[in-house]
């Protein structure tokens, strides 16, 4: 049997990616500005964390203007759910192995 | 001790990840609207009932329904776009025609089969699911320890030896006014937390 940590995927396990698939789990789309303040993050920070998301296919980016406004939307990709889904899978076996290695102790 | 490390770590990743969710599906607010707006429906689909009898509730429902759907829907785009975080529309189209679903074939069962007080407690019971959905989707929790009381009420009020009308009038004025007063409380919360977000 494969330990569960082999199955968390590197894209994914940082608490910021995991947060940014979160919030737009949630979503059909959200833009840039409300990903950013509903994880206190900056600017640069997010837009880095949105690359590498991207470069996985996991989420795709819009850009749109709104009036004069310009407003860039992110929304979770197929591959982006799923990513999330089996990350989640993942961590609850960790949790699920950590309470039975406890056990037998 | 690496596996509770490791137990440990993956506990915290999972409490942020539920956290966020919960936070992002509260963050758009709104959900005063379809409260106030559909208790007030039900406050005026009771009068229509009490001075019209049931088939005018049939009519006022099939219309006002479609219609309070429509702009709930129209309300949460508009509201969506300004906040910068569009919800899927699926989950709440699916569960806005499960109540009106539910509502018109209870209504018609009851009525077809002479079951008067199942005619008149059906649609009720089909709006608390609804709602305790709606409460879910949104992450609004008074809504959906709401639409659990008012469920109860219903069925106790089945279950005492009150006559239908008496049933019909007060689940009416119950969920009606049950709606709008906690939709009012919450568009009363967000013009507070507006004026003062420190008071969020």
Known sequence: MTHPAGELDDVVHQRVRLGILAVLAEARRADFTFVRDSLGLTDGNLARHLQVLEKAGYIATEKAFEGRRPRTWVRATRQGKDALAQEIAALRALIARAESAQRAE | ?200
């Open chain 2, 1 to 200: 001790m690496a596996e509770q490390a490791h137990g440990e770590e993956a506990r915290r990743l999972i409490a942020d990840v539920d956290g966020v969710r919960r936070r992002t599906r509260a963050s758009i607010g709104g959900f005063w609207f379809p409260l106030i707006l559909f208790g007030s429906l039900m406050l005026a689909g009771t009068a229509v009932g009490a001075a019209f009898g049931g088939p005018a509730v049939a009519v006022f429902w099939t219309v006002s329904g479609p219609v309070g759907g429509a702009a709930t829907a129209v309300f949460f785009v508009r509201r969506g776009r300004h906040a910068g975080m569009q919800r899927p529309p699926a989950p709440w189209l699916a569960v806005t025609a499960l109540i009106m679903m539910g509502a018109f074939a209870t209504g018609a069962l009851g009525g077809a089969f002479g079951w008067p007080r199942f005619a008149a407690a059906g649609p009720a019971f089909a709006i608390s699911i609804g709602y305790a959905l709606f409460a879910r989707l949104a992450g609004h929790a008074p809504t959906g320890i709401l639409a659990g009381a008012l469920a109860v009420l219903t069925a106790v009020l089945l279950l005492t030896g009150v006559t239908t009308d008496v049933l019909q009038v007060v689940v009416g004025l119950a969920y009606g006014g049950a709606f709008v007063a906690l939709g009012l409380a919450n568009a009363a919360q967000r013009v507070q937390i507006r004026a003062n977000p420190a008071a969020r």
